[in-house]
């Protein structure tokens, strides 16, 4: 009876090997893809892929590579990091792909960063986020979009252009996002001589945020800096709206408070509250506008911050393949480190800096919701509408 | 041990797997099997064969792990100390919770192994200082080769099939299984239930922390959501144990397979084949059914789980009997 | 003192809707003497009947109660009837198959309801959504109050029910002694059917009355299922006393732990209460109440 089992085990494995050769053949210029398409982060695996194959369409249509294509091979990762291990395991050794892009969670896009530099495939990462990933110098792993603790920059310097503020409360997830862009933020603050009140984490996920929100009350901070996700985003503010609590501002540090969802969520308790964020459809970059709208007419729904991500990343790969002395990893993984390309992202260029190796340095912006629209207020070179401040309190409005 | 033959050829052939099948992609979830064969045994040694159902297997699992991280980002030395350390601490932690928690029985001692889980989940989040909470802990991979992994990996778990097939034949065995039958009468019997169910748990704990200890090296990155996972370790555990075999020597083995190939092939679209077929006949629809497949394997687990335990309780290996009736009757009826 | 109050306030509003959680849970778990795994799932399918009925049809979330109710009594006849029951005739090793199998049609679950809606996050704005009025300084957020009187109803519908009734008193019966019940010439396992019906729909009414304020997205049951049990072992096995006051407690330590400890205690509160009331004060508040 075991070797029964074995004999299957044997039949199948050899069953599988055959597959795979025969999936080898010739054809278009192959890279892999490694993004969350089924479980809990598949709405932001989805944008991603769709917003790959915008551009890879518009790719493509224009001539590809030198006259040929490129294929996108996706597999899903399923946002577990041994399986996004698997998905990139096959990727190199059975589809050969010469460069791999995608990578959403951070404990999914570092097991495949791993492998990528050990296996010396280039690795453009569009989204994980850790600062982490960017500081173990290798060489094949480059990331387009900023580290977390980056992405409050713009709220940095609006903060002392015309804030001011003596004090702030924190709070955030307990998520990667959320405790790595806490801890940025208040090394930040206690630097610039902000005085850290409170600094609250909670499970992702709470009915009520109430008890929190009534002792960071009673705390009075100037304001108040949230790192959450978007429907936590909403409750945050809701039952701030409740509470009838009045700092001089609300800033979310991106995410959620950035997305359409968060408007429609909060509903009135969205207006002027500001965000951090790294894109929006407004910014005078060639081609954000018209990502935005193609997408809006191929895929039936906005796109947001993380779609852009994509989009850039599979301009700048192909870029960088038009640009490879030769279709081999190790060329490819030269021209991307040679990469200065203007992307509906925004402006492309791998640099070092501090721990940091060949990350793209992004500046960020600063918004805000006005009537319900999300506008960006700072810096003011690329403002679409001048900032609300000093907010107006709840009774007032 | 009727027959040492199939074992052997068996683990004849295992060893020298990685020298056949050189691709690194299958070598992965050869090294993925082994581990699952070492934690599912693991879980089945206090579960299926001592009776008292562990829900929180990712307890002892992400204790061996963070064990191996925090040597090695903490202490500055290698995360391999983890693998003797993670197992031994492991034991360390289930001893206190055992000897507490083992006046519990039934669906109550599970409860409380799934509030451990959930509670060291927690802690591990919120303890930055030490654990950097969510932003996850990093350790350098030491070989770029995956050979390394897969032998520490097939040593794991042949160590752990071999160690429980040895307590199983011994008289400690005999005492689990009848702590299992009726804790009751085994207490009569004057078998010290609490000593022994103490003797099983730390077991598991050993085999899942060391386990859990390789993972963290093979992986190179855990945070808590991974190795504390509920859903991904300690009810994986479960389903390698029950579709195995519940109180079987070779259960955890064939369950541990059929659990990464299931996985597998539904993340993949059947190894690429639904796509290749799509790409080459060019029927539109084999798109959506491709989506379909990799939408359904977490349904897989669910639908598969309600099968096995409606139709084959005893598992794989436990109804083999059953199974083989199924396919071969038209054959034993021709002879 | 504002802190404190409103933290109260906090606390005992969102326990009523835990006490709702945790009766059709107690119920289930004093009956069938299993540990029922699916239970969010079951919050969570009945927020998809509420969240169709407002989006497609414009129902009031508070009406579609009279939908979502029914719907997940039938579904938990039906898990009861052809998943549960034929277990107690498998010859298995662990007793805790049927634990097992509820684990199994979480993910059923949960996987369905993600074919259907996929994995973004819905939710039910009404004009009352995040409205809230003002006693003494103290926020009562409209829809939370609404749904505590409701449970409140609910809860008292149940214990007319189980008291005044003949099925209530079977259900009863079981829960105390099924064999004894058996031989007394009650069908239990017909009895185990509605009671899991019973306690589905039960569930459901939480469900309804949570999504106003909440959100909804298909893993949202795993968390409220463990609430769930956390409440029911807080309360004692079968209790509806013990529920509704397991589900005060759970509430009102979460709000407190959440303001005088740190917002990321919170669910650490409820685990921690959850295993020194079962190594403590096993059989729970019944223990004490003796109801």
């Known amino acids: 009876m075991r070797i029964c089992v074995f004999r299957l085990l044997a039949v199948v494995s050899l069953l599988l090997m055959g597959i795979g050769v025969a999936l080898a053949a010739e054809g278009p210029i192959k890279v892999g893809v490694v993004l969350p ?361 | 041990m009727k027959r040492p033959f199939g074992q052997l050829f068996l683990l004849f052939l295992l060893l020298i797997l990685p020298l056949v099948i050189r691709e690194a992609y299958y070598q992965h979830l050869m090294i993925l099997v082994l581990m699952w064969v070492a934690i599912g045994s693991g879980w089945n040694l206090i579960s299926g064969f001592t009776g008292q159902v562990l829900f929180g297997a990712a307890a002892f699992f992400g204790f061996g792990a963070y064990t191996a991280a925090l040597l090695s980002s903490k202490l500055g030395l290698s995360a391999w100390w983890g693998l003797p350390l993670g197992g031994i601490l492991s034991v360390a932690i289930a001893f206190p919770f055992g000897w507490i928690c083992f006046r519990l029985r039934g669906p109550y001692f599970a409860l409380a192994t799934l509030a451990l889980n959930e509670i060291f989940r927690h802690v591990a989040t919120i303890w930055e200082s030490l654990t950097d909470g969510m932003i996850g802990i990093l350790v350098m991979q030491t070989f770029v080769s995956k050979a390394p992994y897969y032998y520490v990996a097939l040593a794991i778990a042949v160590v752990s099939i071999v160690v429980i097939d040895r307590v199983m034949q011994s008289r400690w065995g005999y005492y689990f299984v009848s702590i299992r039958e009726d804790q009751d009468a085994a207490e009569s019997m004057g078998i010290n239930t609490l000593y022994y169910k103490m003797l099983s748990l730390c077991i598991s704990a050993f085999l899942i922390g060391i386990t859990g200890a390789l993972y963290t090296n093979y992986m190179g990155f855990i945070d808590p959501k991974v190795v504390f996972s509920l859903h991904d370790i300690s009810i994986m555990a479960i389903l390698v144990g029950i579709v195995g075999g519940v109180g079987t020597i070779y259960g955890p083995l064939v369950g541990a397979f059929i659990m990464v190939a299931v996985q597998e092939i539904f993340r993949s679209g059947g190894f690429g084949l639904l796509n290749f077929i799509g790409r080459s006949t060019g029927w539109p629809f084999m798109s959506s059914i491709t989506k379909f497949v990799g939408d359904a394997h977490v349904l897989s687990f669910g639908i598969l789980v309600i099968i096995v335990i409606l139709f084959l309780p005893n598992g794989v290996v436990g109804d083999w009997p059953v199974i083989r009736k199924m396919f071969v009757r038209s054959k034993d009826q021709a002879v | 003192m504002e802190v404190f109050f409103q933290t109260l306030v906090a606390g005992v509003l969102k326990g009523g809707l835990y006490a709702l959680i945790g009766l059709g849970m107690t119920l289930i778990m004093g009956v069938m003497g299993i540990i029922n795994l699916a239970h969010g799932q079951f919050m969570m399918v009945a927020m998809y009947i509420t969240y169709t009925l407002f989006h497609f049809f414009g129902l009031d979330p508070y009406t579609t109660l009279i939908i979502s109710m029914p719907s997940l009594f039938l579904l938990g006849l039906v898990i009861q009837k052809f998943l549960l029951n034929p277990l107690m005739k498998v010859e298995s090793i662990l007793p805790e198959n049927q634990v097992l199998m509820t684990v199994g049609i979480a993910m059923v679950l949960t996987e369905v309801a993600r074919f259907i809606f996929t994995s973004n996050y819905l939710s039910v704005r009404t004009s009352y959504s995040s409205s809230a009025f003002y006693v003494g300084g103290i926020s009562f957020s409209v829809p939370l109050s609404i749904a505590f009187i409701l449970a409140c109803l609910l809860t008292l519908g149940l214990f007319l029910f189980l008291i005044k009734t003949d099925l209530g008193r079977s259900i009863r019966a079981v829960s105390q002694d099924s064999g004894a019940a058996e031989l007394m010439g009650i069908d239990s396992a017909k009895i185990k059917v509605i009671t899991m019906g019973i306690g589905a729909g039960l569930v459901a009414s939480a469900g309804t009355l949570l999504l106003p304020i909440y959100y909804l997205f298909p893993d949202i049951g795993g968390p409220f299922t463990t609430k769930a049990f956390i409440i029911t072992i807080l309360g004692g096995l079968g209790s509806t006393v013990g529920a509704i006051f397991g589900g005060l407690i759970l509430g009102l330590a979460e709000s407190f732990g959440a303001t005088y400890i740190g917002m990321d205690f919170e669910d650490l509160v409820g685990l921690i209460i959850f295993l020194l009331v079962l190594l403590f004060l096993p059989g729970g508040i019944r223990r004490l109440t003796k109801v």
């Open chain 1, 37 to 397: 398409l089924t479980g809990e982060q598949a709405k932001f695996g989805e944008i991603e892929k769709n917003s790959l194959l915008l551009g890879l369409d518009e790719i493509n249509k224009a001539g590809g590579v030198n006259g040929r294509k490129i294929e996108l091979l996706i597999e899903d990762d399923t946002g577990k990091p041994d399986v996004g291990r698997s998905a990139v395991e096959k990727l190199i050794s059975q589809d050969n792909v010469v460069a791999l892009t995608g990578g959403y969670s951070s404990s999914v896009t570092y097991a495949v960063c791993a492998v990528a530099q050990q296996r010396k495939v280039p690795f453009l990462v569009s989204t994980g986020s850790s600062d982490k990933i960017t500081e173990q110098g290798w060489n094949y792993v480059f990331r387009i979009a900023p580290p977390v603790s980056e992405y409050p920059k713009a709220l940095n310097s609006f903060l002392s252009e015309v804030v001011k503020p003596q004090s702030v409360a924190i709070l955030y997830e307990n998520t990667l996002f959320g405790q790595s862009g806490a801890k940025a933020f208040n090394e930040q603050c206690s630097k610039s001589g902000i005085k850290v009140l409170t600094r609250e984490g909670y499970e992702a996920g709470a009915v009520d945020f109430k008890p929190m929100l009534i002792k960071v009350k009673a705390a009075k901070p100037d304001f108040v800096y949230m790192i959450s996700y978007v429907m936590d985003a909403a409750l945050l503010m809701r039952q701030s709206k409740e509470l009838n609590f009045n700092p001089k501002l609300f800033v979310g540090g991106g995410a959620g408070f950035t997305l359409p969802e968060f408007a429609k969520n909060a509903g009135a308790a969205a207006e002027y509250v500001f965000s951090a964020d790294l894109w929006s459809p407004q910014l005078p970059y060639p081609g954000t506008k018209e990502y935005f709208e193609n997408y809006k007419k191929r895929f039936g729904g906005p796109t947001e911050y993380h779609g852009a991500e994509a989009y850039g990343c599979i301009y700048v790969v192909a870029d960088a393949l038009k640009r490879a002395k030769q279709l081999t990893p190790d060329a490819v993984r030269d021209a991307l480190a040679s990469t200065d390309l203007m992307t509906a992202f925004g402006p492309v260029k791998f640099v070092s800096y501090g721990k940091k190796k060949q990350q793209n340095a992004l500046p960020t912006y600063l918004v805000q919701w006005q009537k319900g629209i999300l506008q960006t207020v700072w810096p003011k070179n690329v403002a679409t509408k001048p900032y609300v401040y000093p907010v107006p309190e709840w009774s007032s409005r």
